[in-house]
């Protein structure tokens, strides 16, 4: 089951916003319902924005199988992407809370896998995770 971050959001009353303290909790409520996904023998693919190494880490100890993959990009990919138009008026200081412009995003130093999303085709992608799952 997907546990897509921004389609969680949208299924609670109490939005949460984008600083620091709401994707911490962001996170735990996530972490919540992979736990819940989990006990119905069904497995969790979880995709979020995980900024922080604590919050990683706990999720780690806490998930049986729990298994990281870091998309990692270079921001001039980040910003051509940017479907949400976040990072250049974060840049120009019109917007706040984006991870990896006023919030640093502390880049994963255990991961399962690293993918650079910036130099491989989503479909490359996808075949690196199922050889290293199978």
Known sequence: ???D????????????????????????RVLRLARWVLRQDIIPVVAIIHPF????????????????VY???DMKERIRRDTKKLYLPAMAGEKRHVVGVDIAYEEPDRTDLTLESDRLTPEQSLDEVWRRLT
């Open 5 to 28: 971050g921004d389609e969680i959001r949208a299924v609670f009353e109490n939005q949460l916003g984008y600083d620091a303290a709401s994707r911490r909790k962001q996170t735990a």
């Open 71 to 73: 998309l990692k990009c």
């Open 53 to 68: 190494a604590d919050d990683r880490a706990t999720c780690r100890d806490s998930l049986p199988g729990y298994f990281e």
């Open 1 to 3: 089951m997907l546990l």
